[in-house]
């Protein structure tokens, strides 16, 4: 499978997987909440540096101050039109 990135445990059940990504790993998530009613953990223990990057400049969700002003991935909204 690759090296494991996420891993979901069930709360529940003995059901525990792990994903090489975070994709496969939330449709096993959806999957088991939906099919057997039960709650899922999950734990990401590495993301692709382009995610960790968009995190870091994104800051500490409402602590203002946090993010980095000049991160290129932020949404700075349209400029006043004239």
Known sequence: ?????????CRDCEF????????????????????AGHYVDWQINRVA?????AGADAGICG????????SALLDRGQPDEP
Do not use: W
Request: a negative charge.
């Open 1 to 9: 499978m690759g090296e494991a990135n996420v891993v979901i445990e």
């Open 16 to 35: 525990c997987e792990s994903f090489a990504n975070l994709g496969r790993a939330r449709v096993a998530l959806d999957d088991h909440e939906s099919e």
């Open 49 to 53: 540096d382009g995610v960790e990057r």
């Open 63 to 70: 602590v203002s101050g946090r993010e980095n002003p000049d």
